[in-house]
């Protein structure tokens, strides 16, 4: 638990910085699982600060995106593409041919077929080193809303109510948010090597006492990570705030 998102967010990047640099020396590619939202910016940010004035360098870096919504065109504003782009993809010095993200524009009969090369691109490369996550108000990781299978695959989903309230600001009404996404599974996440959730705001708070100490359970898939030992959650105060 952190005093605030900075502190946290610089912590969180210089992990991710230390995990690169070893691969690098070792001369490997760190694979890394991105998440978007507004709770990752600072991480990526301080990720381009290091790029820029100390030289870290992306050039071994493998990412895949945890989820794009469906449909979604790249270009379009509120696509997970635009997002990685601004905030971090065209500041750093990444092979654009390492970027990963699930593609919104398929045709649905061809969606089935693309998540399970998704999933073999990831282990091809012998699985994720580290992923990223925040967490939506329902519980939800990537996008596996409540009812998710803790050994989901990536797969077409259907958003729920609130995620999709909540993400109404950015597309000018809730009406406009698309219903569905391509979200890498809880299988897929649960997987990686390292996981660190983070979580900013009180906001965030009422959900993190049910991922962190509510009981096990596909109503809260957050609660899934209380299984694993490679988990860390990652909060400011505010967020921690109703942690017994
Ligand atoms: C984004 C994602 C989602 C978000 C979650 C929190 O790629 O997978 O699970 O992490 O909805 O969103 P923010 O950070 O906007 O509160």
């Known amino acids: 638990v952190y005093s605030d998102q900075t502190t946290a967010s610089v912590a969180v990047a210089g992990r991710i910085a230390t995990l690169i640099r070893k691969k690098q020396a070792a001369q490997q590619p760190a694979v890394l699982g991105l998440a978007t939202g507004v709770t990752p910016i600072r991480v990526y940010a301080e990720l381009v600060r290091l790029h820029r004035e100390e030289g870290l360098s992306f050039s071994n870096v493998i990412t895949f995106n945890l989820d794009e919504y469906y449909p979604m065109k790249p270009d ?7 997002f990685m782009n601004e905030n971090l993809f065209d500041h750093i010095d990444i092979d654009r041919k390492n970027i990963h ?6 045709a649905a009969d061809d969606v089935a077929a693309f998540c399970l090369e998704y999933e073999r691109q990831i282990e091809e490369l012998g699985g994720l080193d580290l992923q990223i996550l925040g967490i939506g ?6 996008f596996n809303e409540p009812g998710s299978a803790p050994n989901s695959g990536t797969r077409l989903v259907t ?4 995620t999709r309230s909540d993400a109404s600001r ?15 599974g809880i299988g897929t996440i649960f997987k990686a090597r390292e996981i660190i959730l983070m979580a900013w705001s009180a906001k965030k708070a009422p959900i993190i006492r049910k991922a962190v100490e ?3 359970s596909s109503e809260v898939p957050a609660t899934y990570l209380q299984l694993s030992d490679n988990v860390e959650f990652v909060l400011d105060f505010n967020a921690a705030s109703e942690l017994t």
């Open 170 to 184: 950015d597309f000018g009404g809730k009406e406009k948010v698309p219903a569905k996404a391509i979200t890498m």
């Open 101 to 106: 993200i699930p593609n919104g524009t398929l």
């Open 137 to 142: 108000r329902t519980g939800h990781i990537g």
């Open 159 to 162: 958003l729920d109510d609130l």
């Open 214 to 216: 509510g009981e096990i």
């Open 76 to 82: 379009a504003a509120q696509s997970y593409v635009t």
